[in-house]
């Protein structure tokens, strides 16, 4: 058996967290390898709606184990909110999920850099979850992050005492001011807590299934175009969302990927700045939100919304060397018309390409767009592809055939059971 894994194309929140849980019962072991409380992944089942942050989308299926590997940042108080929100809802998340020793913990002070930051660039403000990540990052390639499995040294009172004082000291010279006492109070109890889990060395743990011929699917947060190396820069998250980002955030050799699944929306979504070729803000893209209900899963925030983008899907696809595609939300397409979906960009000097340029954020590009007809019906109680309309499998087809990769999966609706196998 090898390791699949199953990661965003687009700028997120394409619908990974529901595609995790459906596929789930196929493998024994779900990882997570980057990210962090940046991240909300829904799953919809039996009339309910959940919210995951941190923890890896298999918890619900009980036969199968969950790890948060070494490529994540922790924020411990959210953490434990999700772990007691979980119990609550009868899910026993200690016997399931293991936590790397090695992955970093976000400290309240990493979430006041990361607001302070967002102030400090007005205009040019990432539009960034403040969540902590790129901070919490910032330390760890910086060397000077505090890890989860420091949590149970004898100094970590003195270390975390230190790292704070060098955050406060920018916060200082920032002159931004603040008040740290009720989050630092909760995120003490929240590492009491959290020595209390299963933490581990997971690159050990996973290896061992590897050689015990465990099947495993390494879940991705974010999307491809918010990688810190290929995403729109600097207008991205602060870790790699691609798969070469699963194999040094779980500890894995490149040897033991398999399949790469990929997951896109049949239209795009963009949350926080930084560019979109095909944007519509206007009421294409109203419709869209609405229809869709393009609302941030962590943060509330508007999805900003718009037509597919063929050549940021082809660049998504040969990054991470996607070998099976998933098309999410094409209920949310049911009432247009017309779809439009962009093939090309033109530059301009009036060149046509299909590649993205070195920089998004500082070449103009045009979408060159090529029209289908709407199926204009809803696919509910749909089960099978045969069943889809005409004009939706001609629209998967042409997806199909520019981009050079077959589309296995097609979901009409958030919930586990409206999913379509090809
Ligand atoms: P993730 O971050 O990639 O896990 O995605 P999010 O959970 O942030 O956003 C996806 C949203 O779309 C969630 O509200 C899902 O419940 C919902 N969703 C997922 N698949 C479908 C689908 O096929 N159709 C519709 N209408 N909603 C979907
Ligand atoms: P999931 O896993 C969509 C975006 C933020 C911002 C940029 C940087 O649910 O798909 P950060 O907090 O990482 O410093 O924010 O990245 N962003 C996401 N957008 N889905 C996510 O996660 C995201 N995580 C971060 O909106 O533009
Ligand atoms: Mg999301």
Same mark, same amino acid.
């Given at each position: 058996m090898s390791v699949h894994i199953l990661l965003g194309l687009q700028w997120g929140d394409e619908g990974k967290g529901k595609i995790v849980d459906f596929l789930a019962p196929n493998y024994e072991v779900?990882?997570?390898?980057?990210?962090?409380? =940046?991240?909300?992944?829904?799953?919809?089942f039996e009339g309910n709606k959940y919210v995951l942050h941190q923890i890896p989308s298999g918890i619900f299926r009980p036969d199968v184990k969950n790890i948060i590997g070494n490529?994540?940042?922790?924020?411990?108080?959210?953490?434990?909110?999700?772990?007691?929100?979980? &119990?609550s809802q009868g899910v026993d998340v200690k016997q399931n999920l293991y936590i790397s020793h090695k992955a970093h913990l976000i400290l309240p002070t990493h979430k006041l850099l990361d607001t302070a930051s967002e102030q400090r660039k007005g205009d040019q403000k990432i539009g960034s979850t403040q969540r902590g990540i790129g901070p919490?990052? +910032?330390?760890?390639?910086?060397?000077?992050?505090?890890?989860?499995?420091?949590?149970?040294?004898?100094?970590?009172?003195?270390?975390? &005492?230190?790292?704070?004082?060098?955050?406060?000291?920018?916060?200082?010279?920032? +002159?931004?001011?603040?008040?740290?006492?009720?989050?630092?109070?909760?995120?003490?109890?929240?590492?009491d807590f959290l020595k209390t889990l299963p933490l581990a060395d997971t690159e050990y743990l996973i290896n061992d299934y590897i050689s015990q011929q465990k099947s495993i699917l390494a879940e991705g947060a974010q999307g491809a175009l918010l990688d810190i190396d290929f995403g729109s820069y600097p207008f991205v998250t602060s870790s790699n969302t691609t798969s070469a980002g699963a194999l040094t955030g779980l500890g894995i050799a490149p040897k033991h990927i398999g399949e790469v699944l990929g997951i896109f929306k049949a239209y795009c979504t963009r949350v926080g700045s930084g560019p979109f070729p095909t944007e519509q803000d206007n009421e294409i893209g109203e419709k869209i939100r609405q229809i869709g209900m393009e609302f941030g899963a962590t943060t509330g925030r508007k999805r900003r919304c718009g037509w597919l983008d063929l050549p940021a899907l082809k660049y998504a696809?040969?990054?991470?060397?996607?070998?099976?595609?998933?098309?999410? +939300? &094409?209920?949310?397409?049911?009432?247009?018309?017309?779809?439009?979906?962009?093939?090309?960009?033109?530059?301009?000097? /009036?060149?046509?390409?299909?590649?993205?340029?070195?920089?998004?954020?500082?070449? &103009?590009?045009?979408?060159?767009?090529?029209?289908?007809?709407?199926?204009?019906?809803?696919?509910? /109680?749909?089960?099978?592809?045969?069943?889809?309309?005409?004009?939706?499998?001609?629209?998967?087809?042409?997806?199909?055939?520019?981009?050079?990769?077959?589309? +296995?999966?097609?979901?009409?609706?958030?919930?586990? =059971?409206?999913?379509?196998?090809?």
């Open positions: 779900v990882a997570r390898f980057q990210g962090g409380p =940046n991240a909300g992944h829904t799953l919809v490529g994540l940042v922790i924020d411990a108080t959210v953490l434990k909110q999700e772990i007691e929100k979980l &119990a919490t990052y +910032k330390d760890k390639v910086g060397r000077n992050g505090i890890r989860i499995g420091d949590i149970l040294l004898p100094n970590f009172q003195e270390k975390y &005492a230190q790292t704070k004082a060098s955050h406060e000291e920018i916060l200082k010279e920032w +002159k931004f001011e603040y008040n740290l006492e009720e989050a630092e109070k909760a995120f003490l109890d929240a590492v696809i040969m990054i991470n060397g996607v070998s099976q595609l998933l098309m999410m +939300k &094409a209920d949310v397409l049911n009432t247009f018309e017309e779809l439009l979906v962009c093939t090309h960009y033109e530059l301009a000097d /009036g060149t046509k390409t299909d590649r993205l340029p070195y920089s998004l954020v500082d070449t &103009a590009v045009k979408p060159i767009y090529k029209t289908f007809k709407g199926w204009n019906c809803s696919l509910e /109680g749909m089960q099978t592809f045969s069943q889809l309309p005409k004009q939706l499998a001609e629209y998967v087809h042409f997806i199909e055939e520019n981009v050079g990769v077959p589309i +296995k999966l097609i979901s009409t609706g958030a919930d586990r =059971n409206q999913t379509i196998l090809k």
